[in-house]
């Protein structure tokens, strides 16, 4: 994903993004293999951004995380946003790939479910004082990036829908109770790569401006810019 060698090393441990509504983690599955909670590697750039990597027989894993600063979509007060960008590029190939994030401990008084929107797949989890988003590309968009090549493989053109409203699909984005989104994507072959990203945000309870959920809808080259950039 980016050179590691003026990177400095740091004690590995789970990627993790702590909210006031509870904790988001990630897990990722290659074929039937479902790679561990902690990397096999960790660097921390100067900015504060992370770098996480997973070494598997089949392909190499890296993990871009950190908080990115934009401004609100409506051009009011700041969200915190947190973006995660997955590079998953195969070596001897992967039969299959599900990235998924899901907020978990969340408190009792909080309501949560599938929150979607044009070309975005999302989760909200909200009570009375805070809304918490997770939102990545939608099937939609998954098949447009595909067909465009350059995030996705473009021989899984035909195997994601290109309309949210296809059926009969084997990949694309599910749902599953109580907070989770999962990302489905076809077999990679030898030196193919993929790209996601999934980004994070939260924003004090507010009907009139769900902030939080406008934000996790940020493009990939946007999210990678910011998390590579140098500290102001």
Do not use: K
């Not at 299959?96 to 479910?113: I, K, M, Q, T």
């Not at 507010?206 to 950039?229: N, Q």
């Amino acid at each position: 994903m980016l050179p590691t060698d003026h990177l400095d090393r740091a004690d590995n441990r789970p990627a993790v993004i702590d909210t006031p509504l509870g904790t988001v983690g990630f897990s990722v599955m290659l074929g039937s293999d479902v790679l561990p909670g902690e990397p096999d590697a960790l660097w921390r750039l100067p900015n504060g951004s992370h770098l996480h990597r997973w070494e598997h027989r089949g392909a190499t894993v890296d993990l871009l995380i950190g908080s990115v600063d934009v401004p609100a979509w409506d051009g009011g007060a700041a969200v915190p946003i947190w973006a995660g960008i997955w590079q998953v590029q195969a070596a001897a190939g992967v039969s299959g790939l599900v990235v998924s994030a899901e907020l978990s401990d969340f408190p009792a008084d909080a309501y949560c479910g599938p929150d979607p929107g044009e070309c975005l797949a999302a989760v909200s989890v909200e009570n009375d004082h805070f809304m918490v988003s997770i939102g990545g590309p939608d099937s939609q968009l998954l098949g447009m990036q595909a067909a465009d090549g350059r995030l996705m493989p473009y021989s899984w053109e035909h195997l994601l829908p290109h309309d949210e409203d296809e059926t009969g699909f084997e990949y694309g984005v599910r749902y599953t109770d109580p907070a989770r989104v999962e990302w489905h994507l076809p077999a990679l072959a030898p030196s193919e790569v993929a790209r996601l990203c999934i980004a994070t945000a939260w924003c004090p309870r507010d009907d009139d401006r769900p902030a939080a959920w406008f934000s996790v809808d940020i493009p990939l080259d946007t999210a990678y810019l910011h998390l590579i950039a140098d500290p102001a």
